[in-house]
Nanobody, 113 residues
């Protein structure tokens, strides 16, 4: 079973940038980042297939970039111009080549002055 481990979360001031990383224990197909703010549902932030096609949520479009390094089984989420409403636990998600969905444990991002 593939496992995902996120890193890179923390406390950041509004307007600053942060890069999240997610390492998979094996090769994966489609990948995505989700986030869940306190008291809210888990929402899609960005997704990317193996060949590089990307989609973004409207709330982050233009401020966030998802990327991946397939050789190293790494997925990144570069977040710029962060806002307090970006505060959430960010989860890495991946689909295995067998079609199974796998979640990471989450990393907390807090945007506050």
């Amino acid at each position: 079973q593939v496992q995902l481990v996120e890193s890179g979360g923390g406390l950041v001031q509004p307007g600053r940038s942060l890069r999240l990383s997610c390492v998979a224990s094996g090769s994966v197909n489609n990948v995505a980042w989700y986030r869940q703010a306190p008291g809210k549902e888990r929402d899609l932030v960005a997704q990317m297939n193996y060949h590089g096609d990307r989609n973004y949520a409207d709330a982050v479009k233009g401020r966030v970039t998802i990327s991946r390094d397939n050789a190293k089984n790494l997925v990144y989420l570069q977040m710029n111009s962060l806002k307090p409403e970006d505060t959430a636990v960010y989860y890495c998600y991946a689909e295995t080549w067998a079609g199974l969905g796998v979640w990471g444990q989450g990393t907390l991002v807090t945007v506050s002055s």
